[in-house]
């Protein structure tokens, strides 16, 4: 398998605890985190198959000079909480730009780590007042909010913004800052997961982000 395992909160080093699962020293017991080393058609045919149904969204279709540079998966055994997409490539405005897109359970935690924030699901502010940005999700209008990150590390290298679909979380981080003026109402994202063939043109590769 060329996915491996992580925490979905930390970078914390993780070991499997015999039959109680996989264990975070920082986390207690967690749900599994896998992620390729470097991003691959073949990597993400495997990433899809873990993924076992539960959408993998991309921003679709990818503009010219756009990769797909990272993916993760949360789950096992048929019990899936989160996905997560990188695409890269560049833009008129800010130069090179990362969208990552994470749907997830709630409590799962991943979108909060790349948020940067320290809990793990959005803050209250999310469905208060008009939303920031609306994208779609096929024929879906998603409204989404901007989350605070004041209280994180690096707080001016990135916009978050979360919002709810199909009864999960749906995180998008951008870097930079600025590439939130990327987003329209006509920006789509896409579960890539039943798109056949047309993912066998999709390129990948490129530096993953940090997080």
Known sequence: ????????????????????????????????????????????????????????????????????????????????????????????????????????????????RLAGIDHDDPGPEVGQGS???????ESQVVPLWLVSISAGDGEQDRSVLAGEAQGRWLWLVLRPASAILMLREDWILRDVSRIGAPLLETPFGGAAPLW
């Open 1 to 112: 398998m060329s996915l491996e395992v992580g925490c979905p909160r930390c970078s914390t080093p993780v070991a499997r605890s015999g039959s109680a699962g996989w264990s975070c020293p920082e986390h207690g017991p967690i749900e599994p985190m896998r992620r390729p080393r470097e991003a691959s058609y073949d990597a993400f045919a495997e990433h899809l198959l873990a993924a076992d149904g539960f959408p993998t969204y991309l921003p679709w279709p990818l503009s010219p000079g756009w990769s797909v540079s990272d993916f993760a998966v949360v789950g096992e055994d048929g019990r899936v909480t989160a996905t997560l997409t990188c695409a890269a490539g560049p833009s008129e405005l800010d130069g090179p730009v990362d969208v990552v897109v994470v749907a997830e359970e709630t409590g799962t935690g991943l979108g909060a």
């Open 131 to 137: 939303p920031s940005v609306r994208i779609r999700i």
